[in-house]
C-alpha cells in the first residue's frame, strides 16, 4: 500500500510541517508500520518554469540550437540544447529549467539514477556560452510511466496557469514523498488512502475528513 504524503496533509488539516522521518516513525510506532518512503524531488534543486523567448540555430552545429529563456528573476537566461522537440523560430513554449549551479536526478537515457544527482555548470557548447539546461522528464526522476504525455526524446512541455520563476518541482506535482506501508490482513480498513489519512489524524491527533461529515443527507420519501 502506498500513499503521497501531499494527500494524506490534504485530508488531514494541520500536518502541514510533519516531516517526512516524524511521520514514517510515528505511523510505525502507532501499528501502521512504513516500510520505506521515497522523496519525489531528491537531487532536484534550482528547477524552474522558463518560457522560450526564441530558437536560433547554433553557428557551428546543425543539430543545437541557442535559446532564449524567461525564469524569472534571472532573466533572460541563455540555453543551449540538442532536444528534437525545440525548433527554430518557435516560441512561447513553458518548459522546466535548472539554472546553472543546480542539480538535475539523472542524465538523459540512462537506466539508473545516481545517489547524489548531477551538478548543472555553466558551460559551452561548441563555442557557445549555455547557463542551464532545459530537462526531459527522465532528467527529473520520474519517466513516461507518470508523465504520458512527454517525449520519449526531448524536454518537457509544461501546461497550466504557470509564470517563469515558478517552481517547475512544484508545478509537476514532484513536490512529495511516497510512503509504503506494511498491511496486515487483520486491517483492511488500510487499504485506502482514506483509510490511512484516518489513521494519520489518530496519531497526530488532528481532525480528518471534515467535509464527509459535511455531506447533505439523503432525504427520504
Known amino acids: 500500500m502506498n500513499t503521497s504524503f501531499n494527500w494524506i496533509k490534504d485530508l488531514v488539516p494541520g ?34 518554469v522558463g518560457k522560450i523567448l526564441s530558437v536560433e540555430q547554433h553557428p557551428d552545429a546543425d543539430k543545437l540550437v541557442v535559446c532564449q529563456l524567461d525564469v524569472g528573476e534571472e532573466s533572460p537566461v541563455q540555453i543551449v540544447t540538442g532536444a528534437p522537440n525545440i525548433k527554430v523560430g518557435t516560441s512561447g513554449q513553458m518548459v522546466p529549467v535548472v539554472l546553472a549551479g543546480g542539480k538535475i536526478a539523472a542524465a538523459h537515457g540512462e537506466s539508473e539514477i545516481p545517489e547524489n544527482g548531477i551538478k548543472i555548470k ?37 501546461s497550466g496557469d504557470l509564470k517563469p520563476g515558478d517552481s517547475a518541482v512544484r508545478a509537476l506535482g514532484l513536490d512529495d514523498t511516497v510512503f509504503e506501508y506494511e498491511i496486515t490482513n487483520n486491517r483492511v480498513d488500510c487499504y485506502s ?11 497526530f491527533k488532528k481532525r480528518w475528513l471534515e467535509f464527509m461529515r459535511r455531506r447533505e443527507p439523503v432525504l427520504r420519501r
Open 15 to 48: 500536518m502541514e510541517n510533519v516531516t517526512d522521518e516524524e511521520y514514517r516513525d510515528a505511523m510505525t510506532l502507532s501499528g501502521t508500520k512504513v516500510e520505506c518512503f521515497e522523496k519525489l524531488d531528491k537531487n532536484l534543486e534550482k528547477i524552474v
Open 122 to 158: 555553466k558551460g559551452k557548447l561548441r563555442g557557445v556560452e549555455s547557463f542551464g539546461m532545459m530537462c526531459g522528464i527522465d532528467e527529473l526522476g520520474s519517466s513516461r510511466d507518470i508523465f504520458s504525455d512527454a517525449p520519449e526524446d526531448g524536454i518537457y512541455i509544461l
Open 193 to 203: 488512502v482514506l483509510g490511512i489519512a484516518r489513521e494519520a489524524a489518530a496519531t
